[in-house]
Nanobody, 115 residues
Framework: QVQVVESGGGLVQAGGSLRLSCAVSGSIFVVNAVGWHRQAPGKQRELVAKINPDGSTNYAGSVKGRFTISRDSTKRTWNLQMNSLKPEDTAVYYC?????????WGQGTQVTVSS
């Protein structure tokens, strides 16, 4: 079927940077919007960043100016560049892929920011 695989998570100090990647493969013909969501323990999942079919982007207010979502033009991979990380950014980050048929979630990648 369709595979959505995140990578790039890890442990960083506050103020550091990480680059997450979302690789999409399988029997998929059309990818529309792709978003990054995160979920911390005891909290609901929230939208962090989204890139739309027309190339426009949306960001949560808490990450504006620090995170950037983009597409790798050479392959079906979407990235989330995270700079100036804060402890409150600690969460499992999920890639969400919208297609012409249905939507898919990746398995998530852990991001931990220590102070």
């Amino acid at each position: 079927q369709v595979q959505v695989v995140e990578s790039g998570g890890g442990l960083v100090q506050a103020g550091g940077s990480l680059r997450l990647s979302c690789a999409v493969s399988g029997s998929i013909f059309v990818v529309n919007a792709v978003g990054w969501h995160r979920q911390a323990p005891g909290k609901q999942r929230e939208l962090v960043a989204k890139i739309n079919p027309d190339g426009s982007t949306n960001y949560a207010g808490s990450v504006k100016g620090r995170f950037t979502i983009s597409r790798d033009s050479t392959k079906r991979t979407w990235n989330l560049q995270m700079n100036s990380l804060k402890p409150e950014d600690t969460a499992v980050y999920y890639c969400y892929v919208e297609t012409g048929r249905t939507n898919y979630w990746g398995q998530g990648t852990q991001v931990t920011v220590s102070s």
